[in-house]
């Protein structure tokens, strides 16, 4: 296959590739997007509106095909009969972990990446998660504060349409909202009581979603179909596919191109530049070359280093990236599903209409005005109050007419559920590595993880239990029943580092801008840049860190400076 050349390479096609496919074409790059997966057309693949006795299985899925051929994907509650198509083969791609620590690697290989299955959480950061590593001497200090970043997150916020109530806390900083779906009785009278009884502390607050409650940009305000991880054909929830693509598609200056497997970085030592990346047709197996002027590493957070792992040359054996020592080291995720649910005692004449799939937020409240004795950092609750609906019938004995109306007649009492998510710290001796003896079904090394939780967040997950039990006894709940899951990292699907920003070359892989220090026209603005994670969901950050790296980029052509 002959060579193909562009102004740009973009690697990956999900939340921080679309945005600079975006960002790229606008600005006028001929930008080629390489997505090692298959395409995605929403009018067959979405299936948000299919019914569970419209599937093989009546939605409980085929289990012995997971479990052979997703034995890691099918942990998470979305790799279900609609959405295991969205996640990947473990047998064509696989990793490693030792048997002491294993890790959870959830992915989605398509274009649009896990774009169309994501949970839609977006929040700032502030100040004290910027701060933390350099205060508390954990990794390396972020190379820029929240002044650098508030407009670009505004930027993004208002292309995406995010749904949110201001609150005016300074540990999770107000956004570009939408009008935000009210709070259904039972949360709203647990707002105003917590508010009361722990001082303004803890604050239940709408979940800030990338869903729009107003029609935006040309797609519709969510109908609270409630099925948001099986697609959204109305465009409703933020993707690539639904959104930023189609603003790069606009500009004719996109080529999209699936099935494309990217291997490695290719460098030019002479010109200590990237010159293009060697990829591996998906289907043929075929290896060619694609050439550019700036490489943009959006492949997801592993993905991306496993990319600068396999990029090594006689001046980095360790692979592009690696002068530091740190390539592949402080990789994170969050830990959650520690916490508590309830009966709640009131609310009991109101029901709700449709499937809302927002849910309540609980903002962090630890170590923010005093310390906290038995760890770093914080935890915030996701959560909601809700009452049985008819589909708890799939697990009740019944059958007939009267059955099926008990299921929508007598709803019982509100639940309120509290579970944490909570910060890791960043630990070098958590890392990736490729693995000596594993290649992928592209014959691509593949990667072994190594990675635990350390003390500070398994007290923390304790921690979350305590605080949500109290607020439900401060609720007035009964019947309170905690949980404590002993989940491997990597569950969450937050998993960050691996190749962080830094304001030193010395101990860090990318400075201020995202730029690789040993290649600097080689960016990578997805979650492999994160020294920290701080406990808020990531996305909305890896976007604003990517239209700001973009616009420094186009900058620096524009200047003959790459």
């Excluded at 697609?231 to 996109?254: D, E, H, Q, V, W």
Aim: proline content about 6%.
């Amino acid at each position: 296959m002959p060579p193909m050349t562009y102004d740009a390479i973009v690697v990956g096609s999900g939340i921080s590739g679309g945005w600079a496919a975006k960002e790229l074409t606008e600005k006028g790059l001929r930008t080629i997007v390489l997505e090692a997966g298959r395409p995605i057309d929403p009018a067959v693949d979405y299936v948000e509106h299919v019914l569970p006795w419209e599937k093989r299985y009546r939605g409980m899925g085929n289990r012995k095909q997971r479990e052979r051929y997703q034995p890691i994907q099918r942990h998470t509650g979305a790799c279900d009969e609609w959405s295991s198509k969205f996640f990947v083969n473990d047998l064509d791609n696989p990793y490693s972990f030792p048997d002491d620590k294993p890790f959870y690697w959830i992915r989605g290989r398509q274009v649009g990446g896990r774009s169309i299955m994501w949970g839609r959480c977006v929040y700032r950061w502030s100040d004290l998660d910027f701060e933390a590593n350099a205060k508390e001497g954990y990794g390396v200090d972020w190379p820029l504060r929240y002044k650098d970043l508030a407009p670009w997150w505004s930027y993004v916020e208002k292309f995406v349409g995010i749904q949110g109530r201001k609150e005016n806390l300074p540990q999770v900083p107000d956004g570009e909202f939408q009008t935000p779906w009210p709070l259904n009785a039972a949360e709203q009278k647990s707002r105003d009581i917590l508010l009361t009884k722990f001082g303004g502390e803890r604050v239940i607050t709408n979940a800030r979603l990338a869903i729009l409650t107003e029609d935006h940009g040309g797609r519709q305000k969510c109908h609270l179909c409630g099925h948001c991880a099986r697609g959204c054909i109305t465009l409703s929830y933020f993707s690539s596919i639904n959104a930023t693509l189609p603003a790069a598609r606009k500009t004719g200056r996109l080529t999209l191109r699936p099935f494309s497997v990217v291997h490695s970085v290719i460098y030019d030592p002479a010109k200590r530049r990237a010159t293009g990346v060697r990829v591996v047709d998906g289907n043929t197996k075929e290896m060619f070359d694609v050439y550019a002027k700036v490489i943009f590493l959006n492949a997801s957070a592993m993905e991306s280093t496993r990319i600068l792992l396999n990029s090594s040359t006689p001046e980095f054996p360790g692979g592009l990236g690696s002068s530091s020592g740190e390539l592949g080291h402080n990789l994170m995720d969050h830990i959650m599903d520690g916490g508590a649910v309830g009966t709640l005692p009131f609310a009991t004449d109101r029901r709700e209409i449709g499937n809302r799939p927002d849910a309540i937020y609980v903002p962090r409240f630890r170590n923010i005005k005093t310390k906290q004795p038995n760890f770093l950092r914080g935890y915030g609750f996701e959560g909601r109050a809700y009452r049985p609906n008819w589909e708890r019938g799939a697990e009740m004995p019944g059958f007939g007419a009267s059955f099926k109306k008990s299921l929508i007649g007598d709803l019982g009492p509100w639940e309120m559920d509290f579970g944490g998510f909570g910060e890791m710290l960043p630990r070098h001796e958590n890392y990736v590595a490729l693995d000596p003896n594993l290649v992928d079904a592209w014959g691509i090394p593949a990667l072994r993880v190594n990675c635990t939780y350390s003390e500070n967040e398994k007290k923390m997950q304790e921690d979350m239990v305590v605080t949500a039990t109290e607020m439900l006894e401060a609720l007035g709940a009964t019947n309170i029943r905690t949980y404590k899951e002993d989940n491997p990292p990597g569950l969450v699907i937050h998993e960050s580092g691996t190749a962080r920003m830094g304001r030193d070359p010395k101990t860090s892989v990318l400075n201020a801008h995202n730029q690789v220090w040993d290649a600097p026209n080689v960016f990578v603005t997805d979650g492999a840049c994160m020294p920290s994670t701080a406990n808020q969901n990531p996305s909305i950050t890896y976007m604003a860190l990517t239209a700001r790296a973009v616009d420094y980029a186009v900058k620096q052509l524009n200047r003959r400076e790459l």
